[in-house]
């Protein structure tokens, strides 16, 4: 008999410290306010422990004392908040034709918003310039995230061939020596996946796929029970390059329809596109939901994608197919993983 021995990572008490620190600051900024004993119970760390790291974070100006909670007796506990001045964050949309700003505060509302012009044909060096006006105004600035419309492996662009001048660039490795941020960079269909997953209540065993025709190409953004999929090479979501037929990928097919100059002809072409990839993802990880943009297509565009899509594979397994607001859903999820980057920050 070979006994398997497994191999539990080692956790140093500073590892621990940053731990037990990550989930109070994740249960205040839940829960909003809480007591030292509510704290305890909710996160199952001993009270002496929530009691001793909760006096520091005070100290440190992470946490405020905010009041009296209610007492069942003798003292009345005090009870703690996060204090929204302590660190601010920096969410960056890039699109082609601008750059969208949200600058959030330690409890995670929105305390600045801006449009200022593209930076992805320019280059890093405009980018870094509009980064730099945002840290002069926000000296608490901890946290960098950015969303990119190409592929993204570990803070580095390794699919983006509209921008020649972000080919192969590390946003992560340049930003986080140039300005000593936290910074995390993610592909746009997965954020905007995220933002839509987060909003209808992130039930883990949920598999999603939200598809966005969009001014750089369709890109799709994907969850399977509950996990962003990413892929090998992190090439997951680059849908343009799907073979629909023998001569046509999913990119060439659209492009194909768009030439015709009948509107009527030209759309239900696009449909039978849609469709074709439609019954690609049912047939392949067969989701619950697919999202798409609601200012793309309408409810009754997809009551025709979904009859085509019968067509093609046993109508009962086909998903349910949906419009949302895509652009509400992008800035959700940049917003989402803003605060959890912040909450995370040692």
Known sequence: MVVKIIKRPFVNPKMMGEMIRHQIRATLYSVKESTKVELAQSTGISFPTISKTLDEMNDSGEVLLTGLGLSSGGRRPKTYKLNPDYMTGLAVCLEKDFSSYLILNYEGDIIGRETLPGVLQAGPELLTEQIEIFLARFPSMRVLTLGVPGAVNNGRVSHMPDYERFKDFNFRTFYEERFSLRVQVENDMNTTVIGYYDSIGSDDSLSLVYLYLGKNGPGAGIIVNGHVVRGGTFFS??????????????????????????????????????????????????????????????????????????????????????VSDWKQDYFHGLHQLTVGSMLAAD
Do not use: W
């Open 237 to 322: 979501g680059e849908v343009s390059y799907v073979p629909l037929s023998d001569t046509q990928n999913f990119m060439q097919m659209i492009d194909a329809a768009s030439a015709i100059q009948d509107s009527n002809q030209s759309r239900s072409k696009l449909m039978e596109a849609i469709s074709r990839l439609v019954a690609v993802f049912t047939a392949t990880i067969n989701p619950h939901i697919i999202i798409f943009c609601s200012t793309e297509l309408t409810n009754l565009d997809l009551v025709q994608i979904r009859n085509r899509g019968a067509s093609l594979v046993p109508e009962e397994n086909l998903p349910k197919l949906v």
